[in-house]
């Protein structure tokens, strides 16, 4: 099962919005073929193993990171694929939470007389499909909320300047990570002060863009700014409100970018109502790489699932320079947003906390 974990995460920034799968075939003591699911649209873990597989079957077992399928969708169901290979035994590391499978497949194996065995790596075969699990039951990305600061809590010094607080090998798990997220998101500040280009880039060259979200309620965007002049395959949406003049809304589409209009009673753009969209685009899971502001909004509407958040060793002191998270604040220590599952890493000497945002 760890090698079919493993081999899953090879469709990493290929597969989305469908779910990482690994599938790996044993007969004794030996791996006699394997296979995962290599891209959106294309054949099932399953059904690759299987096909990767020369030998009979009788006496082998499958082991698979989730339950195989049951539905007519893209492709035809593996559950009865499995059946009809003379596969015995499956091994499932988790129950497939998608409404359309959701414990049928493992029934359909059941009733053939094939032995089933569940929940043998639950937990790491979860932790992999995050982004689907979220997505296939709320219909909305999961939110990641990623920060990086100074031993003193400073994401910028007074005059604001930021490159780079983290060093090299952080920088670098950055762009992996967003290798693996469908989409990204800053506020109109960072578009503002820092004009990224919020695409993916990694050593070898390798990585698909994630699309690129700016929050920017009155779309202040200048035109020259860089998410709206790159060749790039992803999209570049900017979510605003109705009190964004048509004009620049039009200047906006004609460079290309997509425009989600969210209503507003506040003046802000609406966080909630705008995941609701961003997953009808299919778009399950979400990098927010801040700033404040923006940062402050997602942990208050309640929609960040996750957090990270690299602390470098440095100081830079100022009454004024900026922190993670803004906004208006709580007053409240009861009222904090607490992490569950704390994770610590070390890049060198920068250090990564992550947990997940306990519900409230
Ligand atoms: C995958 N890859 O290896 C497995 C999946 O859109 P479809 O028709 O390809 O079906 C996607 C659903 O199939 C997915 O949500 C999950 O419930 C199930 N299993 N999907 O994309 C795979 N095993
Ligand atoms: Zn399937």
Redesign the pocket.
Same mark, same amino acid.
Do not use: M, Q, S, Y
């Given at each position: 099962m760890r090698r079919a974990l493993d081999i899953a995460k090879e469709g990493r920034g290929q597969?989305s919005p469908?779910?990482l799968?690994g599938a790996v075939i044993v007969k004794g003591n030996r791996i006699i073929a394997e296979g995962y %699911?290599e891209y959106y649209?294309g054949p %099932?873990?399953?059904i690759n193993a299987l096909k990767n597989c020369h030998e009979n079957l009788e006496d082998a077992v499958m082991y698979v990171t989730?339950e195989? *399928?049951s539905h007519y969708?893209?492709?035809p169901p *593996?559950a009865e694929a499995i059946v009809e290979s003379g596969i015995k035994q499956v091994v499932v590391a988790m129950k497939?939470p998608?409404p359309?499978?959701a414990g049928k497949g493992i029934t359909i194996l059941k009733k053939k007389g094939i032995e089933v065995i569940t929940g043998v790596l639950e937990n790491e075969a979860k932790k992999l499909n995050e982004f689907f699990i979220k997505y296939?039951l709320e219909k909305k990305p999961f939110v990641i909320v990623k920060t990086a600061m100074t031993l003193d809590g400073k994401i910028a010094t007074v005059s604001g300047d930021s490159k780079w607080i983290t060093n090299k090998l952080s920088r670098a798990y950055v762009h992996d990570l967003r290798n693996q997220v469908a989409a990204i998101m800053v506020g109109i500040g960072t578009v503002l002060n820092d004009d990224p280009f919020l695409t993916s880039r990694l050593p070898d060259g390798r990585g698909a863009d994630p699309h690129r979200i700016v929050v920017d309620s009155t779309a202040q965007i200048p035109l020259s700014a860089k998410v709206l002049n790159i060749d790039s395959k992803a999209k570049t949406i900017i979510a605003t409100t109705e009190h964004t003049d048509s004009s620049k809304i039009s200047s906006l589409k004609a460079k290309g970018a997509e425009i989600i209009v969210t209503p507003n009673t506040t003046g802000k753009v609406d966080l909630s109502y705008l995941l609701s969209k961003l997953g009808e685009m299919k778009i399950d899971s979400l990098l927010i790489e801040g700033g404040g502001q923006l940062n402050f909004s997602a942990f208050n509407t309640n929609n960040v699932d996750k957090v990270l958040s690299f602390i470098s060793p440095k100081i830079i002191g100022g009454k004024k320079a900026i922190t993670p998270v803004a906004g208006q604040g709580i007053e409240c220590i009861n009222n904090a947003v607490n992490l569950t599952d704390i994770d610590i890493e070390r890049f060198q000497d920068d250090i990564l906390i992550s947990g997940y945002v306990k519900k409230r």
């Open positions: 597969v469908n779910p799968v %699911h649209g %099932h873990a399953e989730l195989p *399928c969708g893209k492709t *593996c497939d998608n359309l499978v296939i």
